[in-house]
């Protein structure tokens, strides 16, 4: 078995990166989901990205190994597979949408709107 001697995987605030895919991390304000995928009997968590930014993690190594399955998810998909992690998928997916909620603006549909100005006096 081949383990990693440092950490791979790296999730914060800001967004998580996976050195088995790029060295960028990829933004929670472009993920536009987070899913699980199994694909015989093993699972992978499944960020759906903007399309805009999808292409930038087109050309990793694991990336292009799992490229039929990606062909099945869609092309502004990226696979986080848990092999290898000192966590499972399940956990790796709570994680990571914890992080993805506390890391995206808000929607704007919900901001609070501003209170109205005090209408001036005529003479």
Request: contains cysteine.
């Amino acid at each position: 078995m081949i383990s990693a001697r440092s950490p791979v995987v790296f999730i914060s605030r800001v967004g998580i990166r996976d050195l088995r895919l790029a060295d960028e991390t990829i933004a929670w304000s472009s993920v536009r989901k987070i899913q699980i995928w199994e694909q015989r009997l093993q699972k992978f968590v499944v960020l759906k990205l903007d399309p805009l930014v999808a292409g930038r993690f087109s050309g990793g190594f694991l990336r292009r190994a799992l490229s039929l399955m990606n062909k099945t998810l869609g092309a502004d998909s990226v696979i986080v597979n848990a092999g290898g992690l000192t966590m499972d998928v399940k956990t790796l997916l709570e994680t990571c949408k914890q992080y993805w909620g506390a890391g995206r603006p808000a929607p704007s549909d919900h901001s609070v709107p501003e209170p109205e100005p005090a209408p001036e006096a005529v003479s």
